[in-house]
């Protein structure tokens, strides 16, 4: 994988190269692959041995630590204030790396579950249940594979052998169908929607509006008007 990955790096740089018109965001593009390519030679390092659950746990905080390196370098045109034309052109190059990341991930986390139910707080631990979710959460690629997660989840939530806020997350990961829209259906718990301007953020419509505060709070959530607050900064 390491090696695929260096190849794909390789390529990208090869071809930012000749691609000069935008210096500044090729030099960002080269820190993030040199970046990612660390942070995977690191893990590589690591005996691989899915059947042992403290490498699974290692691999998904791994997985989980270049997703979200991923996700917060997407702010690189807003951070750096590049032009239209600057961030068109990092949009195109960054997009594939996304949508190559968010592939392998949860084609390792398909592989992983091949071996084990789920990573369940008594086997694996909190840390280890949320970063698997997570990675899940993140496959908007794959909706019939967050829908199995999601029945998965909804057995072990109850028992508390996963965050029942996990559970809530990815209800509404399913129901908002991002790859596609006409398939959208009305959230439980409010957790997914869209920047509408400069801080301001507004969730998908919800099942039974009215009574929103007490699902979120029997899955561990606090008050909608709260969520929707931390998204003052988030939104450009």
Not at 186 to 197: H, N, S
């Amino acid at each position: 994988m390491v090696k695929a990955l260096l190849l794909t790096i390789l390529a990208f740089q090869a071809y930012l190269a000749t691609a000069s018109d935008f210096p500044r965001v090729d030099a960002d593009l080269k820190i993030y692959d040199d970046t990612v390519l660390a942070k995977n030679v690191a893990f590589s390092k690591v005996p691989v041995n899915p059947h042992d659950k403290n490498w699974v746990k290692l691999k998904l905080s791994h997985m989980v630590d270049v997703d979200q390196y991923m996700r917060g370098y997407s702010d690189t045109p807003f951070k750096h204030s590049y032009s239209k034309e600057e961030t068109d052109y990092f949009q195109t190059l960054f997009g594939s790396r996304w949508s190559e990341m968010d592939s392998q991930n949860t084609n390792d986390v398909k592989k992983l579950l091949e071996i084990y139910s789920w990573f369940t707080v008594t086997s694996f631990g909190g840390e280890a249940d949320r970063d698997a979710w997570l990675l899940v959460q993140h496959a908007d690629h794959d909706p019939e594979f967050q829908k199995q997660v999601l029945t998965i989840l909804d057995k072990l939530y109850i028992t508390g052998e996963t965050n029942p806020s996990n559970y809530a997350y990815l209800w509404d990961r399913v129901a908002a169908s991002w790859s596609d829209t006409s398939q959208r259906k009305p959230q439980r718990y409010g957790t997914q929607g869209t920047c509408t301007g400069p801080g301001t953020w507004e969730p998908l419509p919800v099942e039974d509006p009215s009574n929103l505060d007490t699902r979120r709070r029997s899955v561990g959530l606090g008050p909608e008007a709260e969520y929707i607050a931390l998204f003052k900064d988030l939104c450009h």
